[in-house]
């Protein structure tokens, strides 16, 4: 009898993991559908200068709009298609979308571009770079590519030749979610990086947070003397964002100022004057 059971839970949890797996193989196959019947879209997310109050640029963030499912977050998608290295295809399409999207702006409003850390691994990158902007005309320096420190970790030289290369001819290059991970000072050193974006994680807790709050005081002390950006993502009230100005942070992303939009929405976000709240 216990070996019945031990034969029934073992089948169980068996029949469990088939689920999972088949439900993850099943996203898969939709994921490659669905770069086939172009179910992608890219979403913008201003940046403002903290100074100036203007829009600098836009991020662009990519969503799935499933036919079945709705419109689907990048968190549920993209580690699936870094897995299957779907993200390669995706990220290109992103990447020439977004530079296309861009040109239809004004000549000082840029576009930010993330790229996984598996799209280093693949040695077209820099070409497909510089094809979305000669396909677009999108000029270089209105271009800035946002990578995250996982992507130092792997391969660093091939991965910092490309870096600079991409950097040579106009592109700038952003560390995204600084602060998170394996974050190391060291990457600083490592390369010349026009931006720091400080992680939403600590501007969430900046009113709340006496650590967070000299967190993002010395990350954006660093980068003034280092003559690095610093972007603070995810500001969502007017409390945050008056101590970011306070501290002298550069730029600001986030829910106060808008959420991400589809293309058609960005001059709307561009005329419409912040909404002040005042006290
Ligand atoms: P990320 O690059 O750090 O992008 C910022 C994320 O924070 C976005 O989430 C944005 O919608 C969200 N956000 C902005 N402001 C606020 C705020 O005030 N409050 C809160 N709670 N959230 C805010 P999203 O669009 O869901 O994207 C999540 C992540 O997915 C991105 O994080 C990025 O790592 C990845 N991702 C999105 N699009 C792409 C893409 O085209 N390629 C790659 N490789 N990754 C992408
Ligand atoms: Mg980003
Ligand atoms: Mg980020
Ligand atoms: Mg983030």
Redesign the pocket.
Known sequence: RAKADGRGTYRYFETGMDARAQARRILELDLRAALQRHEFE??Y?PIRDVASDEVVAF?????WNHSLRGLI???NF?PL??ETGL?VQ??DW??RQ?CMDATGWPDNVDVA????P??FKNPNLVSSVKAALRASGLPAHRLEL?I?ESVLLQNSAATLAVLHELRGFGVRISL??FGTGYSSLSYLRSFPFDKI?I??SF??ELTTRDDSMAIVRAVTSLGKSLGIVTTA????TEAQFELLRREGCTQA????FS??RPAAEVNTMLSRPRARIVA
């Open positions: 890219v979403y997310q991020e662009a963030l990519v969503r977050s990048p968190v993209i298609a870094e993200i995706l990220g992103v990447l977004a571009v993330n790229l996984s598996v799209q946002e995250t995204d979610d974006k992680d939403r501007v969430n993502e995810g500001v969502e992303q986030g829910y106060l959420q991400p």
